[in-house]
C-alpha cells in the first residue's frame, strides 16, 4: 500500500531557455531541489542548438515562428491537442482570458502558446523571471497550480521603462513573489503587492568550491577583474573612465574582464579610446575552474553597475577573500557591508571608483585583511547553498 503522505512535489519552473553552464543560480537551485526529493520539470519558450544535458524533464513551446504556413500548421496542431486531449484546461484558460477583458484573437494565441503546460499535473508553476509570466498570467489557475514569480533584477526596474504596465495584470493575481534582495522587495510593495506575499531568497553559492586558498600576494602591478556579462548596465564603461584616470596618475594595473556580451566591440574601441587597451583583458567566457584561478591572481574584485538585482559574481569574489568594490545599484549594499565587508561607493561617478582602487590598494595589511575575514565569513555563512535549499523549501510549502 502506498503511504498517502509520500506524494512528490512537482516544481514547473518557466523559462526562456535551458540554462547555460554559467547560468548556475538556476542550475543549483534546480538541483538542490532535486535534492530535497522534488521532480523539475523545465518549460522552456525555445530549443538552442547548443543545450546541455540535463538530469530534468525539458518541455519546448510549440515552434511558431518561421514562414507563415509552417506558423500556421504548428499553431493548428497546437490548438487541435488542447481541444481534445486536455479541453477543461483549454476551456478554464479561454474563460480566465475571457474574465480579464482579452480579445478573442488573443484567447486563442494564449491556448496555442500555452498548451504545453497542460501536459503535466504541477504542484507550483514559477516563472523564472518576470516577463516569462507576461500573456501566461491565467495558466496556473488553468491547469490547477499555485503560482510564483521571481523577480532578478532587470525584469523588475527595466522591463517596465521598455513596456510600459506589463505587469499590470500580473500583480492582479494569486501569486508568490521570490525576490533578491529587500530593495527588490519594497519595489514589489510599491506596486501595492501585499508583503505577506514576498519573500527574499538571496542568490547562493558553492562556498567549498569558492574559497581563498592560494590568495595572490600583491606585487608592484595592481590586479583588477570584473565578472560581467558584457551590457550596458554593467557599468563597464564607467569602469574604464576610472581606470583611465588610475593611468594618468602612473598607477600600473591590469584589468581583466571575464563575460561576453553585445557590448563586447563598444568595450574595446572604448578602452582603446580611452588610451588604457594594453591594460584590459577581454577574457569572454570562462568555465567556473577558469573564472576561479583568474580570481586567484586578483587584488581587487569591481562591480562596478549601473543596475544590478543582487550578483553572484559578487558573492565568489567575496568568499575568495578579494577585497570588493561595487556600486550602489539596487542589490549590491545588502551583497556588500560598507566598510565591513567590502566598499559602496556611488554609481556613474568613475572618479569616485579612481580614488577608491586607490585608497584600497593603500590599506594597511592589516586592514585588508579584517575586510577579507569579514566578507569571508559572512558569504560562508549567510549565502551557502544549503541555506538556499531550506529556504525554498519554505517557499514552496
Not at 527595466?158 to 527588490?184: A, G, Q
Request: a positive charge; aromatic letters at 12%.
Amino acid at each position: 500500500m502506498k503511504n498517502k503522505n509520500s506524494h512528490i512535489k512537482t516544481i514547473g519552473i518557466v523559462l526562456s531557455y535551458v540554462p547555460e553552464y554559467s547560468e548556475t543560480f538556476f542550475k543549483n537551485k534546480i538541483l538542490s531541489l532535486q535534492k530535497s526529493n522534488y521532480r523539475i520539470i523545465l518549460f522552456v519558450d525555445y530549443k538552442k542548438p547548443n543545450d546541455y544535458n540535463c538530469e530534468y524533464e525539458v518541455l519546448y513551446a510549440p515552434k511558431l515562428n518561421g514562414n507563415s504556413f509552417s506558423v500556421f500548421v504548428n499553431g493548428f496542431k497546437a490548438l487541435f491537442k488542447a481541444l481534445v486531449f486536455y479541453p477543461k484546461k483549454t476551456i478554464h484558460l479561454y474563460k480566465l482570458d475571457k474574465q480579464d477583458k482579452l480579445t478573442f484573437t488573443n484567447r486563442i494565441k494564449n491556448i496555442i502558446f500555452n498548451q504545453f503546460y497542460f501536459t503535466k499535473k504541477l504542484d507550483w508553476l514559477h516563472f523564472g523571471f518576470g516577463m516569462n509570466a507576461i500573456n501566461k498570467e491565467n495558466v496556473a489557475s488553468a491547469i490547477g497550480s499555485k503560482m510564483a514569480v521571481s523577480f532578478r533584477g532587470s525584469d523588475l526596474y527595466l522591463t517596465p521603462l521598455k513596456h510600459e504596465n506589463c505587469y499590470d495584470l500580473l500583480f492582479t493575481k494569486d501569486v508568490k513573489y521570490h525576490v533578491l534582495s529587500e530593495e527588490m522587495k519594497h519595489t514589489l510593495i510599491d506596486y501595492n503587492i501585499n508583503d505577506a506575499n514576498i519573500q527574499v531568497i538571496t542568490p547562493a553559492i558553492d562556498v567549498e568550491f569558492f574559497n581563498n586558498i592560494n590568495h595572490r600576494k600583491p606585487n608592484s602591478t595592481l590586479k583588477l577583474t570584473t565578472v560581467a556579462r558584457l551590457h550596458w548596465k554593467k557599468g563597464l564603461e564607467y569602469t574604464l573612465e576610472a581606470l583611465s584616470i588610475l593611468k594618468q596618475q602612473g598607477l600600473d594595473f591590469i584589468f581583466t574582464i571575464i563575460g561576453d556580451g553585445e557590448e563586447r566591440e563598444r568595450l574595446i574601441f572604448a578602452a582603446h579610446q580611452l588610451g588604457i587597451i594594453n591594460y584590459v583583458k577581454f577574457k569572454g567566457e570562462l568555465n567556473q575552474d577558469e573564472v576561479k584561478k583568474s580570481l586567484q591572481e586578483t587584488d581587487i574584485y569591481l562591480q562596478y553597475s549601473i543596475q544590478e538585482g543582487f550578483c553572484n559574481a559578487v558573492l565568489e569574489a567575496q568568499a575568495m577573500g578579494l577585497l570588493c568594490i561595487v556600486s550602489n545599484a539596487e542589490g549590491l549594499p545588502e551583497n556588500i557591508i560598507n566598510n565591513e565587508t567590502g566598499w559602496v561607493i556611488n554609481k556613474r561617478v568613475p572618479k569616485a571608483l579612481a580614488n577608491k582602487i586607490v585608497e584600497v590598494k593603500n590599506l594597511l595589511p592589516i586592514d585588508k585583511e579584517r575586510i577579507q575575514n569579514n566578507a569571508i565569513e559572512r558569504v560562508t555563512q549567510k549565502f551557502n547553498l544549503e541555506q538556499q535549499r531550506h529556504k525554498f523549501i519554505e517557499f514552496y510549502k
